[in-house]
């Protein structure tokens, strides 16, 4: 059975920093990519930050400089550190997997809330 379960969302002053970890299994993950998105309220679902097997990464620019991706394939999870947050980050935050070069997830998971004030 495939799952990603994310964890560390909550409620943090502008300014602060969580890590959030997403822990797969029932899937190869060190071949996977793994995505977080976002989404706040009345927006779409917005990619934040990708990384390949290969730990190539990439940010959309709102993140840059703030958020940081990383896996580690002997745990099958996949983290996102955001520092410097600021209340525009509030967003549930989505972990999603997807086949090498590809552009669709294959896989979700529920989702964690981050909430930052002002």
């Known amino acids: 059975q495939v799952q990603l379960v994310e964890s560390g969302g909550g409620l943090v002053q502008s300014g602060g920093s969580l890590t959030l970890p997403c822990a797969a299994s029932?899937?190869?993950?060190?071949?996977?990519?793994m995505d977080w998105y976002r989404q706040a309220p009345g927006k779409q679902r917005e990619l934040v930050a990708a990384i390949t097997g290969g730990h190539t990464t990439d940010y959309a620019d709102s993140v840059k400089g703030r958020f940081t991706i990383s896996r580690d394939n002997a745990k099958n999870t996949v983290y996102l550190q955001m520092n410097s947050l600021k209340p525009e980050d509030t967003a549930v935050y989505y972990c999603?997997?997807?086949?090498?070069?590809?552009?669709?997830?294959?896989?979700w998971g529920q989702g964690t809330q981050v909430t930052v004030s002002s």
């Open positions: 029932g899937i190869v993950f060190s071949v996977l990519t």
């Open positions: 999603s997997a997807r086949p090498p070069l590809k552009s669709l997830p294959i896989t």
